[in-house]
């Protein structure tokens, strides 16, 4: 087996819009990142390696418009997700998923900039949609308040 070249010191940066299905004001003033904020179509979550920018979460911000935040989750916290598991009611089988944080470069894509930090948050084996939900909400969890550059909408928040 291959060693993994991602740490579990390394940070990820993952950039979050400044939308309210992203980022939702609580009741007592506080905000909530939302689960739909790691929401990704293939089930492949992605992130930035921080060491891969320089450490500057002010670089996964530029490479998309639009406001937003950016909040740095450890790389070993990530992969700590446990319980993420399927029962098979037709197959009376249960399967077990494990979180895995692979690189995923990006370079000469038409769609996208080039990001050599590029990485992406997957299961093994790849889970169903009920898993994968369950893996998001527990990410967002993990990224509550780890804000490392914060959304004007909690930037701009009136003090009370």
Known sequence: ??????????????RIPDDRGFVKKQLDGTFRISSQAFYEGG???????ADLRENNPQQTLASYPGPAGVV????????????LVYHDKMQGLTHTFR?????????????????PAHAEICTKPEC??????TLIERLALLAND????????????PLI
């Open 1 to 14: 087996m291959l060693e993994d070249p991602i740490s579990n010191d390394e940070a990820l940066y993952r």
């Open 43 to 49: 089930h492949r979550i992605s992130v930035d390696r």
């Open 72 to 83: 740095s989750i450890k790389t070993g916290d990530v992969r700590a997700i446990n319980g």
């Open 99 to 115: 979180v895995v944080v692979e690189p995923a470069p990006i370079f000469n894509d038409s769609n996208e900039p080039d990001n």
């Open 128 to 133: 169903p949609k009920k898993v994968f939900q």
């Open 146 to 157: 780890k804000w490392v550059i914060e959304p004007p909408s909690i930037k701009n928040k």
